[in-house]
């Protein structure tokens, strides 16, 4: 079965530089949620989408964006990053209807 | 406010002793509640969930969870643990589409 798919897995920046993560969510899966979990700390939820609109914001930082584009599929740019962004960042989808997220493997971003 | 706790952040236990991790959540009316489990260097993946109707649910790998409304917990539970499930467990109830997740326990199975 398909399962959220994100890229890239790994991901190396220096500070003040810019990332993308993009995330490609089930087929028929309408919400996307993003997940930051730091070294040794439990998954922060980010920010949601439901059909292409932001449906919810957590603890994301204004350095942060992140959208929902027509077919689905959602990015996270962060830019001027810091040390501190260095992170497991996790997509996850569902469906209307159905409460249960499936996740993605995740992208670790390091910045040195 | 929205919340979890779960009760161990650490856990040691030998191959066949038996498991049981707490977590309470805050109550914010109905609520969907998961167990999510993560194996080392991997990513999040589902234990089990409730919904609602029978408050013991099975999962997979003979892990079983029992829902407590009077006592907002979702306990998650296992009869005999294998050295296989060494790994970070995290309880998280959906509040509002989203998950809350717990601080997590840390389950180390002793061969």
């Known amino acids: 079965a398909a399962g959220v798919i994100q890229s890239p897995r790994h991901l190396i920046k220096e500070k003040r530089e810019t990332a993308t993560l993009k995330c490609y969510p089930i087929p028929r899966h309408d919400t996307v949620y993003w997940y930051q979990q730091g070294p040794g700390q439990d998954p922060q939820f980010l920010i949601s989408f439901y059909e292409k609109m932001q449906s919810d914001k957590g603890s994301i930082p204004d350095r942060f964006s992140a959208q929902q584009f027509s077919d689905y599929h959602s990015e996270l740019n962060m830019s001027s990053l810091e040390l501190g962004d260095s992170a497991l960042y996790f997509c996850a989808s569902s469906a209307t209807g159905e409460p249960e997220a499936f996740f993605g493997q995740g992208t670790r971003l390091t910045v040195v | 406010a929205q919340s979890v706790s779960q009760h161990n952040h650490h856990v040691i236990l030998s191959e066949a002793a038996s498991l049981e991790l707490g977590c309470n959540y805050s109550?914010?009316?109905?609520?969907?509640l998961f167990w999510y489990v993560q194996y080392p260097g991997q990513h999040l993946q589902l234990l089990l969930k409730y919904f609602s109707g029978d408050p013991l649910v099975k999962g997979i790998k003979g892990f079983e969870a029992e829902f407590i409304k009077s006592k907002f917990s979702f306990n998650l539970r296992k009869p005999s643990v294998q050295w296989s499930d060494t790994a970070e467990y995290f309880c998280a109830p959906e509040y509002g589409n989203k998950l809350v997740f717990g601080a997590g326990t840390i389950l180390r199975v002793k061969s």
């Open positions: 109550y914010g009316g109905t609520v969907n």
